[in-house]
């Protein structure tokens, strides 16, 4: 197979939602699909176990395996596909962020019951940014859930989007009967044999066709006559360049524990969604097509054994095919590196690989030199866009409690920001250490690595901080930037790419510093 055909047979794409609406269920049946996994249940099993919210060993055992989910591959109808996996729990909200930078695509699914959710929100908020195509599956049909004209009109007014229904429920919970695929024109019913109900697709492409009543019912056809009709004429046909620029979003009902209208869904997305696309750098735009290989990091894995020090990092590929053994250069360090035993990742599994073609990724060993967001090359000096640091939530001084072991202390936190665990930012004004996370689960996790990877011991101490806003000096004006350095030089840090990050203690002071100084901007990431 050519290098092209190579490209354009890719599908990287990861699936988004609310924790609990079904992600894990629903990349389980596609992996059962592409005949990567055997049995319901695989990837079930690596879930952050409910309930285990606090408990950060739980986390720890996790990080062990998630390696092995962090890319899910297969093949399906002569497409390869890789899921790349984002972790549903809020705290870790930013690594899915980052792995949003990845993606040619997203499947969105929401909960029928529970509609748009407030983690969903934020997750469309970052792929709307990026113009991320989206496509919706509206999940637990086979449940007592909202009207389906609500829903789509909450998808509307809450996630922004333009919905195109590719597909339609007939009833829902007790009474649903099936769905009628819009897309294909054809109808497919839902009956309970013994335990897993089954999809029967019908031939039935005509919503006149007199057998309709048959299958459903009267009312029921009656109603899903008028239904269809409406969606005919209310929402839009489905646009394929509209769909590619975020403008429209295919809408697609199911059941994923089911296994229900998820075979339609991949069906349509394997058709429709985009395979690697070209992707910004600061110099100039790279397309995948490009025979010169480049790549960037997106997430770093620090290794479970605390003997090695060794790091897994993950590597998107944009252009050209990447070589095992091949010297690639880092351009933020200059300097080259060879990879030996670089991994591909398939359901489950991790084995090493002599190529790898854009849309894919590899994992290659890093041993301290990483960080996300750094970009490879065949020399070209390219450094990829959008990878950006939001405002966390939570911060604190970090502070060393074993003076000998100062070395240690430094080295591990600055290891664990080069892997995104948490932002680091030094104050200004006596350099003082604070750590901003997400979540603030990360705060055990940190203690806990840098006692047992790097054996050196932290405290904390709160520090009362409501945002951290990374400082625009939009008009250059060295006056008032001067001015507001001076006055607000309690408060401003530096981030670790040496930006100046002013950490605001309220949201009133906040405000009134953007008041003061109209011609700085204040922004809530990094890139801007
Ligand atoms: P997540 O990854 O988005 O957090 O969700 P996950 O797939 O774990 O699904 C959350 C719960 O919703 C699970 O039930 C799962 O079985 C259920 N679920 C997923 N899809 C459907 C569906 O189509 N219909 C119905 N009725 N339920 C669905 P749980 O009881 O919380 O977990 P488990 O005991 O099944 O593991």
Known sequence: MGFKEEIYKRRTFGIISHPDAGKTTLTEKLLLFGGAIQEAGAVKSH??????????MEIERQRGISVSTSVLAFNYKEKKINILDTPGHKDFAEDTFRTLT????????????KGVEEQTEKLVEVCRMREIPIIVFINKLDREGKDAFDLLDELEKKLKFKVCPLSFPIGMGY????IYNIWENNLMLFKEENKQKISKTTNISDLDDSRLTEFIGEIASEKLKEEVNIVREVYPNYNQSEYLNCKQQPVFFGSALNNFGVKELLDC??????????????ERLIKPEETSFSGFIFKIHANMDPKHRDRLAFIKIVSGIFKRNKPYNHVRINKNFK??????FFAEKKAIIDQSYPGDIVGVHDSGNFKIGDSFSEGEKINFKGIPNFSPEHFRFINNKDPMKSKQLAKGI????DEGVAQLFIL???????IGTVGALQFEVIQYRLEHEYGAKCSYENINIFKACWIENQQKSNIEYNEFKKLKNKFLAKDKDQNIVYLADSSFSLEMTKQKFPSLEFHYKSEF
């Open 175 to 178: 009474d649903f009967q099936g």
């Open 339 to 344: 990879f030996s035993s670089p991994n591909a």
């Open 428 to 434: 200004e004004m006596n350099g003082r250490k604070v």
């Open 269 to 282: 997305f394997i058709s429709i969604a985009p395979s690697p696309l070209p992707k910004e750098s600061n």
């Open 102 to 113: 990845a993606v040619d695509s997203v499947i969105v699914v929401i909960d029928v019951a």
């Open 47 to 56: 879930k952050i176990k409910k309930g285990a919210a606090s408990d950060f």
């Open 414 to 417: 600055d290891q664990l920001m």
